[in-house]
């Protein structure tokens, strides 16, 4: 394995198939027990795990935590109790976004990716999390990069502000896969992209999965098909055989983490779906068969309804990617709608990556403006961004949606999101923050973050 890809990483406890370590550093939970109590009432409430929009109730916060959600008449208010009067707006979970990359890169070329100083990447990346956290996302997860496992550490102990992060760490792709890096000699890789340990063979495989959960991965991402972004490989190939698929998946499960498939094509994500992976990624060219295996063993969809246009519309990304992209506008929609038809259950994921091309913040909501262009309610995409993504994570008992017990991450935005999400797109209408019980500062527009 490349020491490059071990140098910021550590050890995860294992609690269970698809949790992560939520135990903090005491700086993060002085921080929290120092925070005032909060009121948030007059809004539209999105209660519950189906966003129920309610109104007349409160929400209390105490240490971090929801303690009681109450008709707003029946709560008799504090002197030292901070009140937030929410009239007009729309209290809700904060958004997850459940795929997206700490690269820390500023270039739309892969091979920069591999390129540029890892520490570099790495400050970057704090600065893309401390942004995207300003959009109200309050929890992210990382689908394979270099600094994840340092982004989840130093959000987690109260070094930096940002999304709390589920990293995968390195994922696991086959040499010439879309997780290799083409156009760049093998000897500079070490065995190891901006993303991916870089394997062949069942044991490869093996070993890859348990290297990077014992480096702090607390999910496993595999490539199982080529990829828009990759020179030499086909989206309509699956890569991996069946064999070293089912051994990926199965090690994960046995060290209780879950696993994820990057599958643009079809034969990679049936293959995934078959071997029972936990989600699919992008699924650019689902048919019936897929679907249905899909919605009765409960896997997930994360459609990154986002990418092909910005692979196609921004400047300096290579134009095999470009050719790649064009002829899959219309595969991928119809795709996601005969997913959503069929009652496959779909997270939110916009595969952000690189400033500016995906730009973190706004093209994590332009995800969710798309998914409703697509045909769902509001309610549905923020219920995809929210209770649906947390149960993805491995999450649902400690986030997602507003229930007394649960971690307090609350957005409120000016407007009614139960009925669109037109006041979403504009960031002005984010009027409050709250990460764990504790209100974040704004950022500054116009200065770094």
């Not at 925070?35 to 105490?62: D, F, H, W």
């Not at 400050?123 to 956290?133: F, H, M, N, Y």
């Not at 994960?252 to 696993?259: D, E, N, Q, S, T």
Request: overall charge neutral; some cysteine.
């Amino acid at each position: 394995m490349c020491a490059r890809a071990r140098t910021s990483s550590s050890r995860s406890s294992v609690r269970g198939r698809g949790s992560r370590n939520t135990s903090w550093h005491s700086r993060r939970s002085v921080m929290k027990k120092n925070q005032k109590s909060i009121v948030i009432r007059g809004g539209t409430l999105l209660r519950g795990v189906n966003l129920e929009p309610v109104r007349g109730q409160a929400l209390l916060i105490e240490g971090g935590r929801i303690t009681k959600i109450t008709a707003e008449r029946s709560l008799g208010l504090r002197d030292d109790w901070m009140v937030i009067d929410a009239e007009g707006q729309t209290v809700l979970p904060g958004l997850i976004d459940a795929h997206l990359h700490w690269f820390g890169s500023r270039s739309p070329d892969p091979m920069m990716w591999v390129m540029e100083q890892k520490e570099l990447n790495c400050v970057r990346a704090v600065a893309d999390a401390r942004r995207l956290l300003d959009y109200g996302f309050t929890t992210a997860r990382d689908m394979g990069s270099r600094n994840g496992v340092a982004i989840k550490r130093a959000v987690d102990e109260g070094t930096i502000l940002g999304p709390k992060t589920v990293p995968a760490h390195m994922g696991l792709s086959m040499t010439c896969g879309h997780g290799d890096v083409h156009n760049v000699p093998s000897d500079w890789l070490c065995g190891c992209s901006a993303m991916a340990f870089v394997v062949d063979g069942v044991d490869a495989v093996r070993k890859a999965v348990r290297q990077s959960v014992r480096d702090g991965a607390d999910v496993v991402k595999i490539w199982t098909t080529g990829g828009t972004m990759s020179e030499r490989d086909s989206l309509e190939d699956q890569h991996f055989s069946d064999e070293e698929i089912k051994t990926a998946v199965g090690e994960a499960h046995a060290l209780r983490r879950k696993i994820a498939s990057h599958a643009e094509g079809l034969l990679g994500a049936l293959a995934s779906i078959r071997a029972g992976v936990d989600s699919i990624e992008h699924g650019f060219d689902l048919n019936d068969e897929c679907c249905d295996l899909m919605k009765q063993q409960g896997t997930f969809l994360v459609p990154t309804l986002a990418l092909l246009d910005r692979v196609v519309n921004t400047p300096g990304v290579p134009e095999y990617a470009k050719i790649k992209a064009r002829p899959m506008f219309q595969a991928h929609l119809n795709s996601f709608k005969l997913a959503v038809e069929m009652g496959v259950r779909i997270g939110a994921g916009c595969d952000a990556f690189s400033e500016p091309m995906t730009a973190f913040g706004p093209y994590n909501v332009r995800e969710l403006e798309l998914m409703e262009e697509a045909g769902l309610t509001s309610l549905q995409v923020l219920q995809a961004a929210t209770s649906s993504n947390a149960q993805l994570l491995g999450l649902g008992a400690e986030i997602g949606s507003l229930d007394e017990g649960k971690a307090a991450d609350v957005i409120i935005v000016r407007g009614d999101l139960s009925k669109s999400l037109a006041d979403l797109t504009s960031h002005s209408n984010l009027t409050t923050i709250i990460q764990d019980g504790m209100i974040i500062p704004r950022l500054t527009p116009g200065l770094p973050a």
